[in-house]
Structure formats: C-alpha cells, structure tokens
C-alpha cells in the first residue's frame, strides 16, 4: 500500500494534465479537422503533467531523506487526498468515456451534464483536496508539502495555457484568410 498511493497521485496528477492540454487547446484552432491539433495538445500536456510530477516526486523524495518520518505523514495526507479526488476523476472518466463512445446526443449531453461543469469546479477540487490533506496532515511539513504539490498541479493549466493563441490554417490571421478567401472565389 505504500507504493500504491503516491502512484496513483501520481497517475491522476499526468491524467489530468492530459485533459488541461486538451482544454487548453480546445476552440482556438479554426480548423475542421482537429483530431491531430488534440492529440498534440493532450501529448503537451502530458509531457508538462509528467516533468512536474517527476520534479514534486524528486522534491518529496528529498524531503523524506531529511525527514525520516515524513514519508508515512505524507501517505496519511495522500489517502485523504484520495478521498476528495477519485470521485471526481471516476466521474470524469465515465462522462470522457461516454463522450467517446456514444452518438451525437448522448456526446453533447456527457459534455454539458459531466465535462463542462466538471471543468469549472477543478480548480475547486483540487483546492479541496489540498484542505483536506493538509487537514489530516500528521505534521507541519506533510501539511506544507501537500499544499505545495496541489499548487503545483492547479499551476499546471494557466503554464498550458501561457503563450497560447488563436490558430488559423496557414500561419494568417482572421484578415488574411477573408483575403485569401476573396481572391480565390
């Protein structure tokens, strides 16, 4: 059960990564095909979802050499934290789940009853998550490392989202393809 806990933080904190790179992407490309521009986003996120898990990882590995008994302080502030975040993330999962495999109706219903709202609340979430383990947190330092790893994962999002615009197919902007448009016809 040790090793279980921080892994499966671990595997929830890249997951949701993956779905902060999609969201990030989502409605700013113009294109009608976005299947490839999605699958960039979400790997973007992926990838910055496992270099920060890997940098709190090597952080809390650290921190447990100083301090011999932080790591079963930690483990009782990960449970707790579990507790708040498995919920969420099975329900998201089944609304993702449903939207992927469903028809037109029932993919726009996952995404308004599911994927919308949960979206709005994640910052929330995870907030909560961060209260309640620093909550049930042994000590001081289990309590200001759960914080701290929870901050990293709500930073994660607005770091996606930093240097993103709009996209049009062809490098121009809005103008240049009216341009285009108007030559062409």
Known sequence: MN????VLL??????DASFCGFRVAAGRDARIF????YRAAIRRGMLRGVFTTSVVGCGIAGA???????????LVCAQAILWVLL????LTLVGMGVWAAAEADARTLASV????PFTLIRPWVIAAAAVVGAWKA????????????????LALEPWLNAGMRPRIPGG???ETVKQEYTRVS
């Open 172 to 174: 121009g902007s809005g």
């Open 3 to 6: 090793a279980v806990l921080p």
């Open 113 to 116: 009853v599911v994927l919308g």
């Open 34 to 37: 976005k299947a490839d521009v």
């Open 138 to 153: 042994p000590g001081f330092t289990a309590a200001l490392v759960t914080v701290a790893a929870c901050g990293v994962q």
């Open 87 to 90: 919920p969420y993330a099975t």
């Open 10 to 15: 671990a595997l929830l904190a890249i997951t």
């Open 64 to 74: 447990c050499l100083f301090a011999p008994g932080l790591f079963a302080q930690l």
